[in-house]
C-alpha cells in the first residue's frame, strides 16, 4: 500500500461494489485507474480510502486466488 499517494488521484474514477458484498452492509468498492486502484467502505464513503498501485493490486488480488 503506498502512503503517498492520496485520494485526489481517485477523483475521476468509477467506483463499484465488490461483487462479493453480501447484503448484511458489509460492502467494500474499489476504483480502478491507470495509476491506482482505491478501496473503501460502502456505508462510509468518507471514511478513508485504501490506495495501491496497479501493481501492488494485482499481487494482492492473486494472492487471494491461492487460497
Given at each position: 500500500?503506498?502512503?503517498f499517494r492520496t485520494s485526489s488521484c481517485?477523483?475521476?474514477a468509477r467506483w463499484r461494489k465488490s461483487s462479493r458484498s453480501a447484503d448484511n452492509a458489509h460492502c467494500v468498492e474499489v476504483a480502478v485507474t491507470?495509476?491506482?486502484v482505491g478501496?473503501?467502505?460502502t456505508k462510509n464513503r468518507n471514511g478513508g480510502?485504501?490506495?495501491f498501485t496497479p501493481e501492488q493490486w494485482a499481487s494482492?488480488?492473486?494472492h487471494l486466488l491461492q487460497k
Open positions: 500500500m503506498s502512503i481517485l477523483s475521476d491507470t495509476d491506482a478501496v473503501r467502505d480510502t485504501l490506495i494482492f488480488t492473486s
